[in-house]
């Protein structure tokens, strides 16, 4: 086989793989359009602008919630980490470490709950209607995207 020929074999393998992973990032699934939660909410419930702002205090203070939480269970988690710096960590201590944090990831989810439930109650009765149909979707682009399984070498 020539060398231009094995060259131009190997560009267009080259080009296929890129087109193929192209098209995989861009065909596989997404967050439900609308992207952001609190747009879909405005969008999606046709909030008025007085519920608009009432929108914006609640999801403030959502916000203030879950960054006092995450950071909280930042700090466990870097000390969870840290055990694993002795030869016996204490597994008692470990332990301790998880049910707290877990215990912050518990009270993240009631929090939300509770965030999603005044948002219908400030929601007209027309309003309840399209939040009821729009919650499952606002659940969705909540949540993280999907990691594929890789196999990584440790």
């Known amino acids: ?9 190997t560009v267009g393998v080259l080009l296929l793989l890129n087109l193929g992973t192209i098209g995989y990032l861009f065909l596989r699934d997404q967050r439900p359009q609308g992207g952001r939660p609190d747009k879909l909410i405005v969008e999606g419930l046709k909030l008025t602008p007085p519920q608009v702002e009432q929108f914006e205090v609640l999801k403030d203070e959502h916000r203030t919630k879950m960054f006092q939480n995450d950071s909280y269970q930042r700090g466990y ?46 929601c007209t009765p027309e309003q309840r209607v399209l939040f009821d149909t729009l919650i499952l979707d606002i659940g969705k682009a909540m949540m993280p995207m999907p990691r594929s399984p890789q196999r990584r070498p440790l």
């Open 1 to 9: 086989m020539k060398r231009e020929t094995l060259l131009t074999l």
């Open 77 to 122: 988690q870097q000390e969870l980490w840290a055990l694993l710096r002795s030869d016996t960590p204490d597994t008692t201590q470990a332990r301790t470490l998880i049910n707290q944090w877990l215990t912050l990831e518990g009270n993240k989810r009631v929090a939300t709950f509770d965030h999603f439930r005044k948002i219908r109650l400030m």
